[in-house]
């Protein structure tokens, strides 16, 4: 039954009305498709752009982080071997879902521009899943009597820190790349309302669980487990502007050989983003093969 609003008469008798009390949402952690709380129990209030508390979150720790990483592995096999179709059309899924929820998203300040711009952003990697293949492999000239084809191959686990305060548009701009070339991926954001309310999106649409896991919390706290972790193949650190940090994590990433990614300071997310997040966490097989039999 909804909450009935506390009525008490003032001191001329008059019946006053108490104002009803809200109750703020806790925006969860995302890992393999569910929405666990950290196993921290740690939280932290969420502002809005008036500085009004409206939320709560989990602050992820670093067995949340391990978590993260079993899932995305996981999910790993069965999504990168999934056809490059295949994984277009989830993708697109991700757009319809998004679009018939872009309410949800202009409630959070989401400009309602902006939206459409994620929406037709997830729908241009979609239709890249299919092609990049044959852009950035192919046959290769040889002296001899041999097939050299070179094909593209996803890395693996990618983590990425997230713009802080991050926009819709800037959050699909590092998600989408790494789910279309097969990858899977761990986010780590600062900022949860847009990041877990696109989460909500995910679990609802197609993606397998564990495709995409995020994180809410530190990135200074969390990223460094990451950043090291052998079973994490590739890091993406968009988000992290304090140069000290981001030097730290990247020779963290060198001990295990982690393709790292650190893109210039101010990226304008409207712009086209071109190749370079996709082919970023790519690996090139190339195989021989005799003619003539």
Do not use: C
């Not at 009305?17 to 969860?28: D, H, I, M, S």
């Not at 757009?95 to 989401?110: C, K, Q, S």
């Not at 950035?136 to 070179?150: K, L, Q, R, T």
């Amino acid at each position: 039954m909804p909450a009935k609003k506390k009525e008490s008469p003032d001191s001329a008798g008059a019946t006053v009305t108490a104002p009803r009390l809200a109750v703020r949402k806790t925006y969860k952690l995302f890992i393999g498709g569910a929405f666990p709380r950290s196993e921290s129990g740690r939280t932290y209030v969420v502002a809005d752009s008036k500085g009004q508390f409206v939320a709560n979150a989990a602050q992820a720790s670093r067995k949340d982080a391990r978590d993260a990483v079993l899932a995305a592995r996981a999910a790993f096999g069965k999504w990168s071997g999934a056809t490059a179709y295949n994984k277009g059309q989830v993708i697109y899924r991700v757009a319809e879902m998004l679009e018939g929820r872009r309410d949800e998203f202009t409630a959070l300040e989401v400009p309602a521009s902006e939206v459409d711009e994620a929406i037709d952003r997830l729908v241009w990697y979609a239709g890249w899943t299919d092609k990049l293949a044959q852009v950035v492999g192919g046959a290769n000239p040889v002296a001899g009597p041999y097939f050299n084809i070179s094909s593209p191959e996803p890395s693996g686990v990618v983590a990425v820190v997230a713009p802080s305060q991050p926009t819709l548009l800037g959050l699909v701009s590092v998600i989408a790349p790494a789910m279309a070339t097969g990858n899977t991926v761990i986010v780590i954001t600062d900022a949860p309302r847009v990041a877990i309310t696109l989460a909500e999106v995910l679990a609802t649409s197609d993606v397998p669980g564990g495709v995409v896991n995020i994180l809410t919390g530190s990135a200074a706290e969390v990223a460094p487990w990451l950043a090291s972790h052998s079973d994490v193949n590739g890091l993406d650190l968009t988000g992290v502007a304090d140069t000290k940090l981001a030097l730290e994590l990247e020779q963290a990433a060198a001990e295990t050989l982690k393709r790292v990614r650190r893109p210039a300071a101010g990226l304008d997310w409207t712009a086209d983003p071109g190749l370079a997040p996709m082919t970023a966490y790519l690996e090139t097989k190339t195989v021989w093969h005799p003619k003539g039999l």
